[in-house]
C-alpha cells in the first residue's frame, strides 16, 4: 500500500463548479499536511497546509480527519485557472521524517 | 527573484554515460532536497542536505550521489546512466527541515537515459 493515495482523475468539471478531492495517508503517526499545486510541465508549488481544525483560504478548504487517515481538498467557484494537478503531501517518518508525495490527482475545469 | 534554479533543463544520455545536475537557490535556505517525478509515482526523495556540509539519503538513493557544494548550491551526480533513470528532476529548498517549513522548487530537468 502506498504511503499517499490519492485519485488520479481527471475530474473534469464545468466553471463555477465545486470539487472535492481526497487524500489517505497510512502513517498514523503523521504530523503535517499540506496541499500542492503542479500545472503541466511546471515544479509544484504550496497551495496551502491543512490544519488540524480545517482551514480556508478564499475558494479553497482543507480538511484533516484523523481518525479515517484522510485529508480533503474543496475548491468553490471553479475558474479555468484551477485546472491543474493537486498533489497531496505528508510527512513521513518511514523516509526520515521528510514529505511523501502523493501522485497526485488532476482538475480540468471547463468552459 | 530566481528563487531555485536547476541546469540543464533538458538533457538526453546513452546508458553509462555521466552527468551532474546543478541546483543553486538564493533564498539564503538552510536545506536542500533532489526529487525525482515519474508519472503516477509522485515526486520520491533521491537525497536531502539539511544544512550546509550534511547530506543524507532519501527514499531512492541508488544509483545517484550528492554535494552540498555551499550553503547555496547542491548537486546531483548520475555516474553511469541507466534507462530507469529516466525521469523529471527537481530541486527543492527549505528555511528549516521539511516538514517544518514550505518547499520551493526549481523548474526541473527532463533527463532521458536511451
Known amino acids: 500500500r502506498k504511503e499517499v493515495e490519492q485519485d488520479p482523475g481527471p475530474f473534469n468539471v464545468p466553471e463555477g463548479a465545486t470539487v472535492a478531492f481526497n487524500c489517505t495517508y497510512s502513517n498514523s503517526a503523521s504530523q503535517s499536511f499540506f496541499w500542492y499545486r503542479q500545472d503541466c510541465r511546471k515544479e509544484p508549488k504550496l497551495l496551502m497546509s491543512?490544519?488540524?481544525s480545517g482551514n480556508e483560504d478564499g475558494r479553497f478548504t482543507a480538511q484533516l480527519n484523523r481518525a479515517s487517515q484522510y485529508i480533503s481538498l474543496l475548491i468553490r467557484d471553479s475558474k479555468l485557472s484551477d485546472s491543474a494537478t493537486y498533489l497531496c503531501v505528508v510527512n513521513s517518518y518511514n523516509a526520515g521524517n521528510m514529505l511523501t508525495f502523493g501522485g497526485g490527482t488532476r482538475l480540468m475545469v471547463k468552459p | 527573484n530566481a528563487g531555485v534554479t536547476q541546469t540543464p533543463k533538458f538533457q538526453v544520455l546513452k546508458t553509462g554515460q555521466s552527468m551532474t545536475l546543478q541546483c543553486a537557490q538564493d533564498m539564503n535556505h538552510n536545506s536542500m532536497y533532489w526529487y525525482r517525478q515519474d508519472p503516477g509515482m509522485g515526486l520520491r526523495l533521491i537525497y536531502y542536505?539539511?544544512?550546509?556540509?550534511?547530506?543524507d539519503k532519501g527514499e531512492v538513493p541508488n544509483g545517484y550521489n550528492v554535494s552540498r557544494l555551499n550553503k547555496r548550491e547542491f548537486s546531483l551526480r548520475l555516474e553511469s546512466a541507466a534507462p530507469s533513470q529516466t525521469s523529471v528532476y527537481f530541486c527543492?529548498?527549505?528555511?528549516?527541515?521539511?516538514?517544518?517549513?514550505?518547499?520551493?522548487f526549481g523548474e526541473g530537468s527532463r533527463l532521458t537515459v536511451l
Open positions: 527543492a529548498s527549505s528555511e528549516g527541515l521539511a516538514p517544518t517549513g514550505e518547499l520551493f
Open positions: 542536505s539539511a544544512s550546509e556540509g550534511t547530506t
Open positions: 491543512v490544519y488540524s
